[in-house]
């Protein structure tokens, strides 16, 4: 085999693996929400409704036909756009998930333009100063906040910032918007919540890469000639470690999926997630499939970036 074709084909692979694992993710979406007690059409027209018209409206939603029919008939109308119709409000979930998404999108944005460069510095930093003082500070700061769940980081920051400082609101929905610092205390709980999650594994991630482009031979060549420590890492080991750090900042961003679900249900905030959390206590199957797989792929996307990312960047396979 042409070697010079191997990162194409390993490339190919993974995009077929990709697919593959959103069309089995799809089909676990779709039956672990149809096991969801309660009758939809029971809790649609009350507890007052008769049985004759609970099985006219299920007849009607289409619940009396088999599951993997209208499975097949989902995920063909997924594949083409059409995420189907709200049980609950009667609109197209199209057009209740778009400004929702809108507001996770920007949310995430917020957090990525925090999160990436504090902790790209953080990491560079502590592997240029291994072994010191800063280094096994900011391990431990990272190792602690790792250990810590995102509702209870969550939590911990309502404490401080809005119970016990004052400084900030608790809820970042129904705040009065009328000006930029208004939109930064509205905005800070949220962000600051998730930015201490994921920058903490990007910090760790990033620190291990550059300390084993700076372990390499040319490196400590480059030492050993006179260069100075940061001329060393700036010039010569952090190129060669962009590959392992994009790899790593696509790892690390993976987290904002299931942190933001957690997030935006604490502080209140108009999300996706948020939006999914108030489909699950109606019933309302469509919606709640929905953001489920725009969270599936969300996270499928990343977790599939940060493996081609290592793949081209891979010297060996050039």
């Known amino acids: 085999m042409n070697r010079s074709l191997l990162p194409y084909i390993l490339v190919a692979q993974r995009l077929g693996i990709a697919l593959l694992t959103l069309i089995i993710v799809s089909f676990a979406v779709f039956f672990a929400t149809a096991l969801l007690p309660g009758d939809v059409a029971e809790i649609l027209l009350g507890q007052a409704a008769t049985p004759d018209a609970v099985a006219g409206l299920r007849d009607a939603m289409g619940l009396n036909e ?29 057009e209740l ?10 949310l995430a944005g917020v957090v ?32 602690s906040v790792v250990s810590v769940p995102e509702f209870m980081v969550a939590t911990l920051a309502v404490l401080i910032f809005a119970v016990w400082l004052g400084w900030l609101p608790a809820l970042s929905y129904g705040v009065d918007l009328d000006s930029w610092s208004a939109m930064l205390r509205a905005y800070a709980m949220p ?16 620190r291990a890469a550059v300390i084993e482009t700076i372990n390499t031979p040319y490196v400590e060549m480059a030492l050993l000639k006179g260069a100075s420590l940061s001329r060393m890492v700036l010039r010569h080991a952090l190129p060669n470690a962009l590959g392992p750090i994009a790899n790593a900042v696509a790892l690390s961003l993976s987290y904002l999926v299931g942190g933001v679900i957690i997030v935006e249900t604490i502080f209140n905030y108009p999300g996706v997630a948020k939006l999914m959390v108030d ?35 891979n010297p060996r396979l050039r």
């Open 66 to 94: 088999p599951a993997l029919s209208r499975f097949v008939h989902w995920l063909l109308g997924l594949a083409q756009g059409d995420m189907g119709t709200s049980y609950v409000n009667n609109m197209e979930v199209a």
């Open 97 to 106: 998930v778009g400004g929702r998404l809108l507001n996770s999108l920007r």
């Open 112 to 143: 990525t333009l925090v999160s990436v460069p504090v902790a790209l510095t953080l990491g560079i930093c502590a592997a240029m100063w291994q072994g010191s003082m800063f280094d096994r500070a900011v391990s431990v700061l990272t190792i």
């Open 191 to 206: 962000v600051i919540s998730l930015s201490m999650v994921v920058s903490a594994q990007m910090i760790r991630m990033t």
């Open 279 to 313: 489909a699950v206590s109606t019933r309302d199957l469509p919606l709640i499939q929905s953001c489920a797989m725009i969270f599936c792929v969300s996270y499928l996307s990343l977790i599939t970036l940060a493996d081609l990312i290592a793949i081209l960047s």
